[in-house]
């Protein structure tokens, strides 16, 4: 079970609140996060880093709830953003400007211009074009913006195709090879500080050997680049450490690598930046969902739910797999061996499949564990279906933190 999630006599609980009682208020489907498991995530990684010189930045594309990314700006957050949007959400939310970072393949003019106006910390570029671009609007500005290159270590992060980044045949950062020629040839831009170096591999990364990898060998490009003169300050190692979604699976210690991390950057100088996103919201969430009927074709049976991929789109997308499990346990009630599928029209809109689920009927609640990570942020109103409402549960207290959305909302701006 995840974090902060519990049965009390047979009925699920987030912290201090039955899920029933939040489905009953709000609606389903509806998106649940515990507070208290977001802040600890993300205090074990605080804890971890000790007295190294460090940031967490924050992922913000994991869950950009402007509550979600307030609770964590307080905690002294850092945010990782990609787009203008995010730092719009970070700004609304309180967050430090001065310690965002902007990651991103194509950063347009008018992102580059919005975060030197609201003087973020550091670009993360990637590629020489960019570079350009941020010394051209920051003259423009008379300022000087601090770059940091992110670079491809070319290796294998053992994930999804699709969430693999640090591969060379990837679109993302510099050929690593190419890097000391980048920075040479940069060094003559007069509005960009060249002093950082970054770099993010992929995510749901379970087994750390890859990340070690990659840190290693940014570790010895840095100190090449040093040695040619190149002031680096900080070194960005991107997010990806995954989580545990299946029964048994085992994630990565955030302790332990953020130790070895500390053991092997000692004695450089340089400051640590991370941008975790999965590993502090994922478990915190749930997805809730009412049963709506059971059907069976053929040899299939169906558990058809009124949660679709508009909601929660990676188990199509991605294969993924997230526990079902049901909001009221009756172990009575047995087992039934199902698809969990949603009203979307589409063949690839379901949740789980050939899946052992509780032997649920239509009005039942069910919750689909660990969403609390690229679930809202990556639903969608296809079919016109509303996005779902999210809840934040503080203790005994939980408030909405975004309201379901309305037919009236789903034409705004259209004519
Ligand atoms: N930094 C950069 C530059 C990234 O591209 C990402 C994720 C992160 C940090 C955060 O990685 P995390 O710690 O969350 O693994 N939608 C996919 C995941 C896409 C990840 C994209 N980049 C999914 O649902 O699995």
């Known amino acids: ?52 010189p460090h ?40 967050g430090d400007p001065a310690s965002v970072v902007f990651s991103g393949v194509g950063k347009t003019a008018e992102e580059i211009d919005y975060a030197l106006e609201a003087g973020i910390h550091s670009f993360n570029c990637e590629s020489e074009a960019e570079l350009a671009l941020v010394d051209a609007l920051a003259a423009r500005r008379g300022q000087t913006a601090r770059v940091a290159v992110r670079v491809n270590p070319d290796v294998d992060p053992a994930t999804h195709p699709y969430i693999a980044t640090g591969l060379k045949e990837h679109k993302f950062g510099i050929d690593m090879s190419e890097a000391e020629g ?22 749901q990364l379970l087994d750390t050997d890859p990340l070690v990898e990659a840190v290693d060998r940014m570790l010895e490009l840095a100190l090449r680049l040093r040695a040619r003169g190149v002031a680096l300050a900080h070194i960005d190692f991107g997010g990806g450490l995954g989580i545990p979604y299946r029964p048994g699976e085992r994630a990565p210690d955030v302790r332990a ?34 049963v709506l009927y059971r059907k069976r074709t053929g040899r299939k049976e169906f558990v058809i739910v009124d949660a679709s991929m508009s909601d929660l789109i990676r188990p199509a997308l991605y294969q993924s797999h997230h526990e079902i499990i049901p909001v009221r346990r009756l172990p009575s009630l047995g087992t039934v061996v199902a698809d969990v599928v949603g009203p979307v029209c589409e063949t690839g809109d379901f949740l789980a499949r050939d899946r052992e689920i509780a032997n649920v009927m239509p009005g039942d609640l069910l919750a689909v564990c660990s969403a609390g990570a690229y679930g809202f942020v990556l639903a969608s109103n296809y079919n016109a279906r509303p996005r779902p409402a999210e809840v934040l549960v503080e203790g005994e207290r939980w408030r909405v933190v975004r309201d379901r959305e309305s037919y009236e909302d789903l034409i705004r701006g259209e004519v």
């Open 1 to 52: 079970m995840q974090p902060a999630y519990e049965y009390r006599d047979g009925s699920l609980f987030c912290e201090k609140v039955a899920l029933s009682e939040i489905a009953s208020k709000v609606g389903t489907p509806c998106y649940v996060y515990s507070a208290a498991s977001i802040l600890e995530k993300f205090r074990t990684y605080r804890e971890a880093f000790g007295d190294t």
């Open 55 to 94: 940031r967490i930045c924050y992922a913000v594309k994991a869950n950009f709830n402007l509550s979600v990314l307030a609770l964590l700006a307080r905690a002294g957050a850092g945010f990782d953003i990609v787009s203008g949007g995010e730092l719009y959400r970070v700004l609304r939310a309180g």
């Open 182 to 203: 980048v920075y040479e040839r940069a060094a003559a831009l007069a509005h960009i500080r060249l002093e950082g170096l970054s770099c993010h591999i992929g995510s």
């Open 257 to 290: 690598f953020i130790a070895l991390l500390r053991e092997k950057v000692t004695g450089t100088g340089l400051e640590v930046i991370i941008e975790p996103g999965r590993s502090i919201v994922g478990e915190a969430g749930v997805l809730l969902t009412r």
